[in-house]
């Protein structure tokens, strides 16, 4: 039988966007808005296009400047100086490649490299008629639970918003703290008596705690409230664990888990039973995969989390949350909704509107996994161009 050729890349543009949010959300540490990220485009050989984004955000980076913050400004200067020459000819569905070609020309900047990555992985699915998660390895979900982030707002804001969000059915929020150790415990009560005792909660201090006394102290303090986690109370994978030794909930681990190294850095000191994978933080779905399996076998739990991403880099955290086995838990993932879609619904909606052309399907608390070519729903591109930033 004759060979066909396999697609290779053939180019890669960059696009800067800001979405308008739907209230402020912030997190300790946080000093730029969200949704103001970098959207990559990928094209083929063949002229198929492909989708990627950077939800880069210069405060956010790993404990003890282990791994530095990447703004829209850095992630666009390393994708078109040094990434995207890179990649030019690399056959479709050779991350392997990718990857070590991205590695080889720059270290680091894991946003810009998952930016492409994504992009990558939708072209290739979108070529081979396959959704992402077949290229990951498979489905282990169907459904993906929603976390719904409580941010650094007014304790009356949060009270009212809980409310809903319990009534839409999430069954999972997310609070964050690590500001005060007073108004902490006080938001926490505060929506526990909100919604009831049938939604799950977990706390993010954001490595807000000074000391892990301090974080031990308060978290204890919450006790009464039934914590599902607690979300890295302090920095430093030493002073994680020695909070996790004293607490009754688990910890999880974000800032200090980047990659898979890190991983077994946390598994060796046993400092949280929990990991929260990005797509973004190891540099990329393939690199993310790693991390996931790292975890499932040194008996780590997962959730996928991120950067409050547009619709674009949102449906990289599903399909990578539908194919890791270890992402057993609710996951801190938008419910990306164009602003035609929208009805008043509080849960999962960060945004007024989104760049995708179809919103994503909220079923009983849970997005159902996209089954379509690559990501599985096209960008809207009369959105991305309402939205496109020019500076």
């Not at 890349?9 to 808005?33: C, D, F, M, N, Y």
């Not at 479709?92 to 990718?98: H, K, Q, S």
Request: with cysteine; hydrophobic share 45%.
């Amino acid at each position: 039988r004759r060979e066909t050729a396999v697609p290779t890349i053939k180019s890669i543009e960059t696009l800067l966007v800001q979405l308008p949010t739907r209230r402020e959300h912030k997190w300790t540490g946080l000093t730029e808005a969200i949704g103001r990220y970098l959207l990559t485009r990928m094209t083929d050989s063949d002229g198929r296009v492909g989708w990627g984004e950077a939800p880069a955000l210069k405060d956010w980076g790993g404990e003890f400047g282990r791994y530095f913050g990447e703004s829209t400004l850095i992630a666009k200067t390393v994708i078109e100086n040094y990434l995207a020459p890179s990649l030019v000819g690399v056959e479709l569905g050779n991350f392997v490649e990718m990857h070590a070609r991205m590695d080889a020309v720059i270290k680091g900047y894991p946003y810009a490299k998952a930016a492409l990555d994504f992009a990558a992985y939708d072209l290739t699915g979108r070529w081979l008629g396959l959704p992402v998660h077949m290229l990951l390895g498979g489905k282990a979900r169907s459904r993906i639970a929603v976390t719904h982030s409580i941010g650094l707002i007014p304790i009356a804001d949060a009270e009212k918003e809980v409310a809903q969000v319990a009534a839409e059915g999430i069954r999972t929020i997310k609070i964050k703290i690590g500001v005060d150790a007073k108004r902490d415990i006080e938001m926490v009560r505060t929506v526990r008596a909100a919604v009831g005792d049938d939604v799950e909660l977990c706390v993010d201090a954001n490595e807000g705690y000074r000391t892990p006394g301090e974080a031990i102290t308060t978290v204890r303090a919450m006790a009464p409230y039934r914590l599902k986690y607690v979300e890295q109370p302090v920095m430093g994978i030493e002073r994680i664990a020695e909070v996790a030794r004293a607490i009754e909930p688990p910890v999880m681990a974000d800032e200090s888990a980047w990659n898979a190294h890190d991983v077994i850095q946390i598994s060796e000191r046993r400092a949280a039973q929990i990991v929260s994978i990005y797509t973004t933080k190891p540099g990329g779905l393939y690199k993310a995969m790693e991390v996931a399996a790292v975890c499932r076998a040194a008996g780590i739990i997962c959730n996928v989390n991120g950067s409050v991403e547009t619709g674009v880099g949102n449906l990289a955290n599903i399909h990578l949350a539908a194919a890791a086995p270890s992402a057993v838990l609710s996951c801190v993932v938008p419910v990306s909704t164009p602003a035609q879609w929208q009805t008043g619904q509080v849960g999962g909606i960060y945004y007024r509107d989104d760049l995708i052309v179809a919103p994503m399907k909220l079923v009983d608390g849970a997005i159902e996994v996209p089954t379509g070519p690559g990501m599985g729903i096209d960008v809207d591109l009369a959105k991305v161009e309402q939205y496109r930033v020019r500076d």
